[in-house]
């Protein structure tokens, strides 16, 4: 079992940029892969970023690459997510997930944070 808590969400201006972390509890946080997602009010949750559990592999989606970079340290059991250049359309709650791979599926990831908020204003 493994249990998520995010930090670091805010209200931030239009270009300005932030840091996510996702703490875990448990032994066995470097067994796992790690995602970011994020939704925003009246839409569906989607997938923003992924990593391996080694760290060594990561993946993005096309509307976050080049301004957002998933990483993780084990020894902490952290993962983190620095977003820079952040627009309003990345207004959301993000939530970090945990899962046996590094895919983009929300259903692959069994254990969920609450999520943080992050609202970038014009």
């Known amino acids: 079992q493994v249990q998520l808590l995010e930090s670091g969400g805010g209200l931030v201006q239009n270009g300005g940029s932030l840091r996510l972390s996702c703490a875990a509890s448990g032994r066995t946080f470097s067994r796992y892969a790690m995602g970011w997602f994020r939704q925003a009010p009246g839409k569906a949750r989607e997938f923003v970023a992924a990593i391996s559990w080694s760290g060594q592999s990561t993946d993005y989606a096309d509307s976050v690459k080049g301004r957002f970079t998933i990483s993780r340290d084990n020894a902490k059991n952290t993962v983190y997510l620095q977003m820079n250049n952040l627009k309003p359309e990345d207004t959301a709650v993000y939530y970090c997930?945990?899962?046996?791979?590094?895919?983009?599926?929300?259903?692959?990831?069994?254990?969920w944070g609450q999520g943080t908020q992050v609202t970038v204003s014009s």
């Open positions: 997930a945990a899962g046996s791979s590094m895919v983009r599926l929300i259903a692959k990831y069994d254990y």
